[in-house]
């Protein structure tokens, strides 16, 4: 599939088309980011390992990321990454004001209500980081392997761009939450997530190839990033 020309910006007055399935993404993307905050105060077993609730829905995210990449590019793509760090700053901040409110009476909620809510600064500031940096990286990855190999290959530059978004996301968030803590375990938590979550999108890949081979046929799009600024911070250039 041929790639679209990119489109010039819209004369005044003129109206811009909407994505149907660039905004579902956009907002399914969001809203994973947000849970699998809130699902990391579960800690479960599963035979040998112990792991929290984060793990089973933060990959889809990585996920939507090389389908947002694939199809629209790194710059829609940016624009979404930082659309969830706001989000999660949002969720964070309007927690904490909740938090302070005077509890009611009758109410003895308060003590679950801190704990799911009331994450540690450093392990919040870990986790918004983490997920900024290495977001970005898998997109970055992926569209750089994309024009590199033409366009194809789709499910080897997925998971090469997954392990290298988990890797860069472990690196930034366990010593930022977890320095003085985890001790000689930090290393193996690093590499656990990495490993399982990875292993998340392998699994998963031919439910993903599926739906991006339907969004392109859909949207008739099949960007690639040639000649464009991959500067993290350029959030304003989506063309």
């Known amino acids: 599939m041929k790639n679209n020309p990119i489109p010039g910006p819209p004369a005044p007055g003129q109206r811009v088309a909407l994505s149907l399935p660039f905004v579902l993404m956009a907002i399914l993307f969001n809203v994973c980011l947000i849970a699998s905050n809130l699902f990391e105060t579960k800690i479960f077993t599963a035979g040998m390992l112990t792991l929290t609730g984060g793990v089973i829905i ?49 109410w003895d909620g308060g003590a679950h209500f801190d704990y799911i809510f009331g994450l540690a600064p450093r392990v919040t500031l870990a986790s918004l980081l983490a997920f900024l ?16 190999s033409h366009g194809k290959r789709f499910s080897l530059r997925a998971v090469v761009s997954s392990i290298g978004g988990e890797t860069v996301d ?6 930022i939450a977890f320095w003085g803590l985890a001790g000689n375990e930090m290393l193996k938590l690093m590499l656990l ?3 399982l979550k990875t292993a998340y999108e392998v699994i998963i890949l031919p439910v ?3 739906v ?3 969004v392109k046929k859909y949207e008739g799009a099949d960007a690639f990033d040639i000649g464009i600024s991959y500067n993290p911070f350029k959030i304003t250039d989506i063309q």
């Open 208 to 210: 993903t190839n599926i």
């Open 58 to 106: 933060f990959p889809v995210s990585y996920i939507l990321n090389d389908c947002i990449v694939e199809v629209w590019g790194y710059r829609k793509a940016r624009l979404v990454i930082w659309t969830g760090f706001a989000m999660n700053f949002f969720v964070v901040a309007m927690a904490q004001i909740v938090r302070i409110l005077p509890a009611a009476d009758f």
């Open 170 to 175: 472990s690196l930034v968030f366990f010593p």
């Open 212 to 214: 991006v081979k339907a």
């Open 133 to 148: 940096s290495g977001s970005t990286v898998n997109a970055y990855i992926m569209s750089k392997m994309k024009i590199a």
């Open 193 to 195: 997530q990495i490993f």
